[in-house]
Every structure is written in structure tokens, then in C-alpha cells.
Nanobody, 122 residues
């Protein structure tokens, strides 16, 4: 059974940082590209970042580029998202998702975790 479990969210002041983790199990993690997406209250799913299978290629949405960093540790079956210089508009539920085999297109996903809440507020 494929499982994706996010953690690391919380309440942080503007300008602060958080590190999100996504622990994967039930599949061969190193064979799949992964993405982070988020959903703010009352809004749709927004793509944040994608990383390829070996971590050599990363993609970011324009509004997080330079502030967020995606990485992965295939030995630990874990995906990460470092969030720096957080802004109030970054407040959202953050989800990791597995992309379909061979794809790096974030909408071509087949599994998504339950999410971890990030709240940016003073």
C-alpha cells in the first residue's frame, strides 16, 4: 500500500522558516518523481515544486522560487521542502504527491498524502 505522510508544518511568523518532510512507503521511492502542492483556505490546489527521481532536476512555481527548496533522500525514502522567508500568503495545507511513473508533470499524480498545515501569521 502506497503511503505518503507529511510532517513539519506549524505556526510561524512572517520571515520565518519551516522544513516539511514527506515519508514514503509501499513503493520504490527512487523510481518516482515527486511534487509538493498546497491549498489555501477557499482556494484550489496550487503547484509548488517538483523534483525528479535522483534529485538532479527541480522546478518551482514563480511565487516560491528563491524561497523554497525541494530535496529528497532516496536512502531514507523521504521528500523535503525547505520553506524560507515565509509570507502570510504561504499559509496553506501542504501536500506531497507521487507522480505517475515516468512523468514530471505535477498534474499527472497518482497518490497524495494527507497534508501538513503551514500557518504564517504575526
Amino acid at each position: 500500500e502506497v503511503q505518503l505522510v507529511e510532517s513539519g508544518g506549524g505556526l510561524v511568523q512572517p520571515g520565518g522558516s519551516l522544513r516539511l518532510s514527506c515519508e514514503a512507503s509501499g513503493f520504490t521511492f527512487r523510481r518516482y518523481a515527486m511534487s509538493w502542492v498546497r491549498q489555501a483556505p477557499g482556494k484550489g490546489i496550487e503547484w509548488v515544486s517538483t523534483i525528479n527521481t535522483i534529485g538532479s532536476e527541480t522546478l518551482y512555481a514563480d511565487n516560491v522560487k528563491g524561497r523554497f527548496t525541494v530535496s529528497r533522500d532516496n536512502a531514507k525514502n523521504t521528500l523535503y521542502l525547505q520553506l524560507n522567508t515565509l509570507q502570510t500568503e504561504d499559509t496553506a495545507m501542504y501536500y506531497c504527491q507521487r507522480l505517475k511513473y515516468g512523468s514530471i508533470w505535477w498534474q499527472s499524480m497518482d497518490y497524495r498524502g494527507q497534508g501538513t498545515q503551514v500557518t504564517v501569521s504575526s
